[in-house]
């Protein structure tokens, strides 16, 4: 069965205080792994996209790699409006792009 | 920048009643989705819709649910008889092409069923 694990599933970091959150997947055919952010009452907002293993996006504090395993969303120097809940989501080989999605990591960071 | 949008963001029903959820893809997007989230679960895959036909569903998209495209921009969700386990919050989300596109998704309705 599909199935994708993040880890933890909640977090609280002080300010500037840098880790990474954890995607495992098993999939039986990976098309695509996506990290989205989501805040409280909120739709999943997109952050990044990774295809193939040793591939890896950046956008300011944050940057996700990709094993053949897992992925990984390091978040440097943090600020309190990095605050959220991560989301990690994969696409299996289909014809129609849908999603298996993981719990999420809730992120606190404090000032 | 352009995104889904979604109405209502909040509707509260009451068991038994039918229910419809509006979504405005984003313009150029050929391929829709409805997912949901009940409180404090993963978000999950309902339906996905491609040229005016459903190309996938999941085992929770039974008979009671139904998507359309009644015109060329909106596309809804209806639940014909909702239950008490249909509160959740359902997120429509469209993409440009089906699998190595990017799926974008809206804010959400919050659908309570007392």
């Known amino acids: 069965e599909d199935q994708v694990t993040q880890s933890p599933e909640a977090l609280r970091l002080q300010e500037g205080e840098s880790s990474s959150l954890n995607c495992s997947y098993t999939v039986s055919g990976l098309r695509g792994l996506f990290w989205y952010r989501q805040d409280p009452g909120k739709g999943p907002e997109f952050l990044f996209t990774?295809?193939?293993a040793g591939e890896e996006k950046e956008k300011e504090r944050l940057k996700a790699t990709l094993t053949k395993k897992e992925s990984f969303l390091h978040i440097t120097a943090p600020k309190p409006e990095d605050s959220a809940t991560y989301l990690c989501a994969v696409r299996i080989s289909s014809n129609t792009g849908k999603l298996i999605f993981g719990q999420g990591t809730t992120l606190q960071v404090k000032p | 920048e352009p995104e889904v949008t979604q109405t209502p963001s909040h509707q509260v029903t009451q068991m038994g009643q039918e229910v419809i959820l509006r979504c405005v893809p984003i313009s150029n997007h050929l391929y829709f989705y409805w997912y949901r989230q009940i409180l404090g679960q993963k978000v999950e895959f309902l339906v996905s819709?491609?040229?005016?036909?459903?190309?996938?569903k999941s085992e929770i998209f039974d008979d009671q649910f139904s998507v359309e495209r009644p015109d060329g921009s909106n596309f809804t969700l209806k639940i014909r008889s909702t239950k008490l386990e249909d509160s959740a919050m359902y997120f429509c989300?469209?993409?440009?092409?089906?699998?190595?596109?990017?799926?974008?998704f809206g804010e959400g309705s919050w659908l309570t069923v007392v």
């Open positions: 990774l295809y193939s």
């Open positions: 989300a469209s993409s440009v092409g089906g699998t190595l596109n990017t799926i974008y």
């Open positions: 819709f491609y040229n005016n036909e459903i190309s996938e």
